[in-house]
């Protein structure tokens, strides 16, 4: 009777540390979860303004110095050029949909220089063509001149996560313009996805485990069999997803 007590007790003890990991895990693992999405995003937009300043780089200052920002820049060959330095850009960057040149005028509106759409194109924004959907964050970038990242913010274009770097002249410290950069909102949610499924999809094997060990520890064999058979499905879908997560991550850095 002794005996039995003791393992009973014993049993006791050993899953209340089993319910304390597990408990512990339903707390930890949607907080490191949310974690690892905002860091993924954090990463991206290093990335993005990464991709910006090259974009910049290739941009030559003297042609934009030639430029009005009117109507009267489509004849001008600067503007030829600088299209043509935006378009190379554009199909250099990664999930880049649009790269353009914004310019500010006397009366505070932001409008384009040109942008790396063909002409012909019905997405493309001609010279001097006002943007009224610049947001405070663009318009910081003018004023105090630092690089930052905005989105998703919908424009007439569609909703999009954009990088920012302005164009400072050398010569007198003045922003001529800023270089903008635009990625499609779903290829920016897909790309976290991607990129946070690995490490929450091993935390969700984590938590699965401790409660597949906590059955059994019980020595149910009928139920350890049952909750076997039902774990097996989320097990396969968790593999699969960190599976096609790791390709996708792959096929992104190889693209």
Same mark, same amino acid.
């Given at each position: 009777?002794?005996?039995?007590?003791?393992?009973?007790? %014993?049993?006791?003890?050993?899953?209340? $540390?089993? !319910?304390? !990991?597990?408990?512990?895990?339903?707390?930890?693992?949607?907080?490191?979860? +949310?974690?690892?999405? $905002?860091?993924?995003?954090?990463?991206? &937009?290093?990335?993005?303004? /990464?991709?910006?300043?090259?974009?910049? @780089?290739?941009?030559?200052? @003297?042609?934009?110095?030639?430029?009005?920002?009117?109507?009267t820049d489509l004849e001008n060959p600067a503007y030829s050029?600088?299209?043509? /330095?935006?378009?190379?850009?554009?199909?250099?960057?990664?999930?880049? &949909?649009?790269?353009?040149?914004?310019?500010?005028?006397?009366?505070? /509106?932001? !409008?384009?220089?040109?942008?790396?759409?063909?002409?012909?194109?019905?997405? =493309?924004?001609?010279?001097?063509?006002?943007?009224?959907?610049?947001?405070?964050?663009?318009?910081?970038? !003018?004023? $105090?001149?630092?690089?930052?990242? @905005?989105? #998703?913010?919908?424009?007439?274009?569609?909703?999009?996560?954009?990088?920012?770097?302005?164009?400072?002249? =050398?010569?007198?410290?003045?922003?001529? *313009?800023?270089?903008?950069?635009?990625?499609?909102?779903?290829? +920016?949610?897909?790309?976290?996805? %991607?990129?946070? %499924?690995? #490490?929450?999809?091993?935390?969700?094997?984590?938590? $699965?485990?401790?409660?597949? *060990?906590?059955?059994?520890?019980?020595?149910? @064999? %009928?139920p350890v069999g049952i909750a076997r058979r039902r774990l097996?499905?989320?097990? *396969?879908?968790?593999?699969?997803?960190?599976?096609?997560?790791?390709?996708?991550?792959?096929?992104?850095?190889?693209?």
């Amino acid at each position: 009777m002794a005996l039995r007590n003791t393992q009973s007790s %014993a049993l006791k003890k050993k899953n209340r $540390i089993f !319910f304390l !990991f597990i408990g512990l895990f339903l707390i930890v693992v949607p907080l490191l979860s +949310w974690w690892t999405v $905002i860091y993924s995003d954090h990463q991206l &937009r290093d990335q993005l303004l /990464q991709q910006v300043r090259l974009a910049a @780089e290739g941009i030559d200052m @003297e042609q934009l110095r030639k430029l009005e920002g009117s109507k009267t820049d489509l004849e001008n060959p600067a503007y030829s050029k600088i299209k043509e /330095q935006l378009a190379r850009a554009r199909s250099a960057a990664y999930q880049c &949909r649009f790269i353009y040149l914004l310019g500010k005028n006397a009366h505070g /509106q932001v !409008f384009f220089y040109a942008d790396s759409e063909p002409s012909s194109s019905p997405d =493309s924004s001609p010279a001097g063509q006002i943007y009224d959907e610049a947001t405070d964050i663009l318009q910081k970038v !003018f004023s $105090i001149r630092e690089a930052n990242t @905005e989105g #998703p913010v919908p424009d007439r274009w569609g909703t999009w996560v954009s990088g920012f770097v302005p164009l400072v002249d =050398s010569k007198d410290g003045r922003v001529i *313009g800023v270089i903008g950069m635009d990625v499609d909102a779903s290829d +920016w949610v897909m790309d976290i996805a %991607a990129r946070s %499924a690995i #490490p929450i999809g091993l935390m969700l094997l984590v938590l $699965i485990s401790l409660i597949s *060990g906590y059955l059994v520890s019980r020595r149910l @064999e %009928a139920p350890v069999g049952i909750a076997r058979r039902r774990l097996l499905f989320p097990l *396969g879908a968790l593999i699969t997803i960190i599976l096609a997560s790791l390709v996708s991550h792959h096929a992104s850095i190889d693209g």
